[in-house]
């Protein structure tokens, strides 16, 4: 079983920065299958980042650019830093691993 707790969601103008963490806990065997997905009002839940193979960093085209994912092995912790944000970016932001285990989502909107 895996736990994931998402937080750091907020309102923000056009322009700024948010940065999201997710607490990770349970039995990971990899941090490879962790990754950050968005579902935005009315549309499907779709991949912002993903931990691949070799330690690259999988973005969506959308994102590239703006928003880096890292993680802090001391603190079984993820992070998305999203920059220079745009309405589009609107949507509950959830943490994954493995496509199985979710957390609840955080809600990020971005609006002037």
């Known amino acids: 079983q895996v736990q994931l707790v998402e937080s750091g969601g907020g309102l923000v103008q056009p322009g700024g920065s948010l940065r999201l963490s997710c607490a990770v806990s349970?039995?990971?065997?990899?941090?490879?299958?962790v990754g950050w997905y968005r579902q935005a009002p009315g549309k499907q839940r779709d991949m912002g980042a993903e931990f691949t193979s070799g330690g690259i960093t999988s973005y969506a085209d959308s994102v590239k650019g703006r928003f880096t994912f890292s993680r802090d092995n001391t603190k079984n912790t993820v992070y998305l830093q999203m920059n220079r944000l745009k309405p589009e970016d609107t949507a509950v932001y959830y943490c994954?691993?493995?496509?199985?285990?979710w957390g609840q989502g955080t809600q990020v909107s971005v609006s002037s």
């Open positions: 994954s691993y493995g496509l199985i285990f």
């Open positions: 349970g039995s990971i065997s990899s941090w490879l299958r």
